[in-house]
C-alpha cells in the first residue's frame, strides 16, 4: 500500500533552518509528482512547493527564495530545506504524491518561536 511518511520538524527560532524529509513507498516513486502543503492552525492547507519528475520546481510566493524541495529518486524520499523561517511558518507540512490520484503523508509539526 502507499505510504508517505514526513519527518524532520521541530521546534527552531525564527532565523533558523529545517529540512522535511518524506519516504515514500508502495509506488514507483519516480514517476509521480510531489507536493508539499502545510495547515496552520485555525486555516485551510495551502499549497508550498512542487517538484516534477525532472526536479524542476515550484514555490508559493510566501516562501520563494526560503524554501527548497529536492528529491533522491533513488531512496523514494522528497526533501524540503527550510531557511531563514518565521513565526509565521509554524505549520503542519504534508507531502503529496500524484500518481494516478492523490495521497497524503500524516504530516510533520513545524513550529517557529524564540
Known amino acids: 500500500q502507499v505510504q508517505l511518511v514526513e519527518s524532520g520538524g521541530g521546534l527552531v527560532q525564527p532565523g533558523g533552518s529545517l529540512r522535511l524529509s518524506c519516504a515514500a513507498s508502495?509506488?514507483?516513486?519516480?514517476?509521480?509528482?510531489m507536493l508539499w502543503y502545510r495547515q496552520a492552525p485555525g486555516k485551510e492547507r495551502e499549497w508550498v512547493a512542487t517538484i516534477n519528475l525532472r526536479t524542476t520546481s515550484a514555490y508559493a510566493d510566501s516562501v520563494k527564495g526560503r524554501f527548497t524541495a529536492s528529491r533522491d529518486n533513488a531512496k523514494n524520499t522528497v526533501y524540503l530545506q527550510m531557511d531563514s523561517l518565521k513565526p509565521e511558518d509554524t505549520a503542519v507540512y504534508y507531502c503529496?504524491?500524484?500518481?494516478?490520484?492523490?495521497?497524503w503523508g500524516q504530516g510533520t509539526q513545524v513550529t517557529v518561536s524564540s
Open positions: 508502495g509506488f514507483t516513486f519516480s514517476s509521480a509528482l
Open positions: 503529496k504524491a500524484l500518481i494516478g490520484r492523490a495521497y
